[in-house]
């Protein structure tokens, strides 16, 4: 059964909420096709940063890119890619700073990976006294 739980505004002090979805929340998400044969689905998001899923088919490839206002945390989930001059599998991170160009090209099954843009820009939350 798909499971997607939030938690009330405010409930932990703060104005973010906690959202838990399970694989088949995930599965059944929106997704938005970025470019042939690349789709996303957005998890979560809060002002400009955002957190998401991005699937490329074999052989599919983002291009190459950089980002002014954000960091990008990507973990690969399944398949394999290439990105910054290494191939990754499951369970490999990158972490890719401002202004770094970068690619990402899937390997013959494709890949999956989570990703986060988080805006250097913006402020840390206020947490109530």
Same mark, same amino acid.
């Given at each position: 059964? *798909?499971?997607?739980?939030?938690?009330r505004p405010g409930a932990f002090g703060g104005e973010d909420r906690s959202v838990l979805l399970d694989a088949e929340a995930i599965a059944g998400l929106p997704r938005r096709t970025q470019s042939p044969g690349?789709?996303?689905a957005m998890?979560?998001?809060? *002002?400009?940063?955002? *957190?998401?899923?991005?699937?490329?088919?074999?052989?599919?490839?983002?291009?190459?890119?950089?980002?002014?206002r954000h960091v990008h945390h990507v973990w690969v989930v399944e398949g394999e890619?290439?990105?910054?001059?290494?191939?990754?599998?499951?369970?490999?991170?990158?972490?890719?700073?401002?202004g770094i160009e970068h690619d990402s090209l899937a390997g013959p099954d494709g890949?999956?990976?989570?990703?986060?843009?988080?805006?250097?820009r913006e402020e840390p939350p206020v947490t109530p006294v």
């Open positions: 059964m *798909a499971t997607r739980l939030e938690n690349v789709t996303t998890l979560w998001r809060r *002002a400009d940063s955002h *957190a998401g899923v991005l699937w490329l088919e074999p052989g599919a490839r983002l291009g190459a890119h950089t980002h002014r890619m290439h990105c910054l001059g290494r191939d990754l599998g499951p369970g490999s991170y990158v972490y890719v700073p401002l890949a999956a990976f989570f990703y986060l843009y988080h805006d250097v």
